[in-house]
């Protein structure tokens, strides 16, 4: 049996990387449909190697009929057309940040809590996490399990394609302007980022926190376990796509690097790459194009009891986004639709 599959914002970054993991992991589709804004209408994108489908203008499209919406639009656009889809009777696996804590809506990450997907028939909505969230969870979920994660403090280096093309763009043209001398300007960027690091995402909060480092805090605690104490600092980075993250843990219980190392080993979606040599360990321009979650750097934090270190990483477009939602879909419609 195959399904009719909608996949909103297929011109943009994740759209178009959802499309190219359908086809990849041959998705059961009788029909794909192209969806995006008006201006975009009448674009072709592909679906596999072979295949090109003609934008459709999203405002306007009718949900009838159709089973599954991968949708990615941004979160204003997604606040109106997610329910829409939700009450044509679509399943809507959104990847926005609007609906991931709403409490009827299920936010999924197939590795750690594929059992919230049950929970989709409130209103037709599963939330796929943030991109920085989604990697810190796979990598956590094997050693919460065996020893109880009490703390977690992490730093993240987030690659500038989680801000979109034009921010890929602005990389690009800043480093250009740098080697041949030309002004050096930003539009995307609150700051140059070619050759810089910017301590900003997302929108500050009145606690001086971004709005990215809560989205890691809250979405940690929905995932994983609600007592879970979480800091984040949410940083990026001059670099195309994957982010990486250092990651420190505080224990319930001990456990060594080697006991993590292993339990690492064995889990879903996780290759671990830890040699204490040059080049024994995984960085973003090695997880571009991937799809599991790299740990590397595993060691023990002797300043802390149970403590832990991590080095994790992975492509923000694919496991940070498109290939997640893709992952919802096939454990949807192998369990429930």
């Known amino acids: 049996m195959g399904y009719r599959v909608a996949v909103v914002g297929a011109t943009g970054n994740v759209?178009?990387?959802?499309?190219?993991?359908?086809?990849?992991?041959?998705?059961?589709?009788d029909e794909v449909i192209a969806l995006a804004s008006e201006r975009s209408a009448g674009r072709e994108?592909?679906?596999?190697?072979?295949?090109?489908?003609?934008?459709?203008?999203?405002?306007?499209?009718?949900f009838t009929g159709i089973d599954i919406v991968l949708s990615s639009p941004g979160a204003k656009v997604s606040a109106i057309h997610s329910p829409r889809a939700g009450k044509a009777g679509a399943v809507v696996i959104d990847n926005t940040s609007h609906f991931r804590m709403d409490p009827e809506v299920p936010l999924v990450v197939p590795e750690v809590n594929p059992e919230a997907i049950a929970e989709y028939g409130r209103k037709n909505i599963i939330a796929n996490p943030n991109c920085s969230t989604i990697q810190m969870v796979v990598a956590l979920k094997p050693l919460h399990d065996l020893a109880g994660i009490r703390r977690i403090v992490v730093a993240t280096y987030q690659s500038v394609s989680g801000a979109g093309r034009e921010a890929m763009d602005e990389l690009f043209g800043q480093t250009r302007a740098i080697y041949v001398n030309d002004p050096v300007e930003h539009e995307i960027f609150t700051k140059q980022i070619a050759f810089n690091?910017?301590?900003?995402?997302?929108?500050?909060?009145?606690?001086?926190?971004?709005?990215?480092?809560?989205?890691?805090?809250?979405?940690?605690?929905?995932?994983?376990?609600?007592?879970?104490?979480?800091?984040?600092?949410?940083?990026?980075?001059?670099?195309?796509?994957?982010?990486?993250?250092?990651?420190?843990?505080?224990l319930e219980?001990?456990?060594?690097?080697?006991?993590?190392?292993?339990?690492?080993?064995?889990?879903?979606?996780?290759?671990?790459?830890?040699?204490?040599?040059?080049?024994?360990?995984?960085?973003p321009v090695e997880c571009a194009g991937e799809d599991a979650v790299y740990v590397s750097r595993i060691r023990e934090d002797p300043t802390v009891e149970n403590g832990l270190n991590l080095w994790v990483v992975s492509d923000n477009l694919r496991k940070g986004a498109a290939l997640n939602a893709v992952q919802i879909a096939e454990v949807l419609a192998r369990d429930y639709l």
């Open 15 to 29: 759209g178009r990387e959802m499309l190219q993991i359908l086809a990849e992991r041959r998705f059961p589709v």
């Open 253 to 283: 219980q001990p456990l060594s690097a080697e006991e993590a190392r292993d339990a690492l080993r064995a889990a879903p979606g996780v290759i671990v790459v830890d040699h204490r040599a040059n080049e024994g360990y995984v960085t």
């Open 197 to 250: 690091v910017i301590p900003h995402i997302d929108t500050f909060m009145d606690s001086g926190e971004t709005k990215e480092e809560w989205k890691m805090v809250v979405e940690t605690k929905k995932i994983l376990d609600k007592s879970i104490k979480v800091s984040a600092s949410c940083v990026r980075v001059p670099v195309f796509i994957g982010h990486a993250e250092a990651v420190n843990i505080e």
């Open 45 to 62: 994108v592909s679906f596999g190697e072979d295949e090109t489908l003609k934008v459709q203008p999203l405002d306007t499209f009718d």
